[in-house]
Each structure stands twice: as C-alpha cells, then as structure tokens.
C-alpha cells in the first residue's frame, strides 16, 4: 500500500501543478523577470535582457516491453538507452521556472521547444515593465528564434571579436546553473536515478520527476541554493510561489515545521 499511496500523491501533484510548471503567470511577472536580467547582468553579462536558460534532460526508464510500448519511440540515440525527455528553463535563484513534457526519448531539444508551446508563451509574456522583450539563453543545439538567443558563431574565414568571444565564455560558465539544478533534483530524490524501477504503463513513471522538480523548488524556496546565493537573487516565499492565502500560509508552516522537527535530517536543509 505504500507505494500506492506515494504513487497517488505523485500523480496528484502532476495533475494539480502541472500547468503551473508549464507557466506561471504570476511567478514570472514583468518585475521578477527583469529582476532575473539585472542579476545576470551584474556578474557580467553584457545584456540586460537574459532572464534564463533553457536546456533539456532526460530520465532514464527500464527498457519497455514490447507488449506494452513501442521501444524505439522511447530509444535515445544520443544517450544510447531508454529516456523520457524533459524541457525546462532554470532561473538565477535556481527555480525550475519552467518544465515541458515528458516527450519521447526519441526527441531533440529543438523539436520539444518547438512542440511544446514555450516559444509562444515567451514571445507573449515574457516582456519587461517597458514592453521590451526578454530572452533566455540556449545551447548550440537550438536555433535562433524570438525570444531565444545563444552563443557568437564565428563566420567562414572570420573569427570573433574580443567582445564576442568574452560573451560565449560567460554565458557558458553560468549555463552552468541548468546542470546545477538538475543536480539538486537527483541529489534529494535519488529514486530518479534507479532506472531499473521506471516501468512505463507499470507505474506512473512521468509524474516521478514532475514531483520531484515541484519538491525541490520549495526545498529551494525555504532554504535557497549555492547559485541563488551567488547570484545575490531573493527568493519568493514558499506562500508567493503557490499563491496561498494568508490563512493557508500559516496552515502551512505549522505543519511543516512540525514535519522538519520530527522528520527530516539536518543535512536536508544545507
């Protein structure tokens, strides 16, 4: 019965959160955003106008059979095994602002941006206070669109300049951040990692990494992270990030802080 039950509340937090991790409207508000271009900014961007960085993973599932799913829809040649693909885009105090999917193993990042309805989303909603829009930053594997902006490619027979190529170093080396917060995700909910587990159409192997993505951004919101911290960013309230009303703020914390006396080690709050 126990799995049932954890079964139940992962599926039950994909269906009731799963179209805010899509997009949520409030969180990503006009001041917030230019919040996140200043940050970046200030540690040496040279654009004002980089909110995020959108990248994607993947996780890995037991090989399906073959009575119950096509293998080759879920077969990643770049990772050569069995994955659900994810797109997300992870913001400078470490949020998952942003989570698509899951999508065949099959698929590239390109064709999960392009399928999963986040370009429009930016192109309407992601502006600052001005009207002006704002960008995320990519990896080579995605094209150049509206609202989406990468690194300097040097032209047949030309190199870049100096500008140019301090640009695509800094912007490589806070990229960093997507890979730091996939990290956290499967440092405190290690059952991502044993793929052996993951049967798809046996369990509700989708909604695993959902919920632990949606757990991790309020272990985030409590308690911060090293790259919120470097990026001097203020993290919302754990009641601003699920929109609660002030009573079910307060319902909230006296049962967590009686959960964390109890229940929780300390190391799961460094």
């Not at 119950?68 to 879920?74: K, P, R, S």
């Not at 090293?226 to 009573?247: R, W």
Request: hydrophobic share 35%; proline share 3%.
């Amino acid at each position: 019965w126990l799995s049932q039950v954890f079964n139940g509340v992962c599926t039950h937090l994909y269906r009731r959160f799963q179209i805010k991790l899509e997009w949520d409207h409030v969180l990503l508000n006009p001041i917030r955003l230019r919040s996140y271009c200043s940050k970046i900014y200030e540690r040496g961007e040279p654009s004002r106008l980089v909110w995020g960085f959108i990248d994607g993973t993947h996780q890995s599932i037991c090989h399906p059979c073959l009575e119950t799913a096509n293998q080759e829809l879920f077969y990643s040649g770049h990772k050569h095994n069995h994955t659900l693909q994810l797109l997300v885009v992870v913001v400078p105090d470490r949020l998952v602002a942003t989570m698509y999917g899951p999508f065949e193993g099959r698929a590239g990042d390109w064709g999960m941006f392009k399928e999963s309805g986040l370009q429009e989303n930016i192109t309407r909603y992601v502006k600052d206070e001005e009207g002006d829009q704002l960008y995320v930053y990519r990896d080579k594997v995605f094209y150049l669109e509206q609202g989406v902006i990468g690194a300097y490619c040097a032209q047949r027979n030309e190199e870049l300049t100096l500008e140019e190529s301090v640009f695509n170093a800094y912007m490589a080396k806070q990229r960093m951040s997507v890979e730091w917060g996939f990290g956290k995700i499967t440092q405190y909910f290690e059952f991502n990692n044993l793929w052996k587990n993951l049967k798809i159409r046996l369990y509700p192997t989708s909604t695993y990494y959902f919920a632990s993505t949606l757990l991790t951004n309020c272990h985030t919101c409590y308690y911060g992270s090293k790259t919120g911290f470097s990026f001097e960013c203020s993290l919302p309230t754990i009641c601003e990030y699920f929109h609660l009303t002030e009573d079910e703020n307060n319902a909230l914390n006296m049962y967590i802080e009686d959960f964390f006396s109890v229940a929780v080690p300390q190391d799961f709050k460094e």
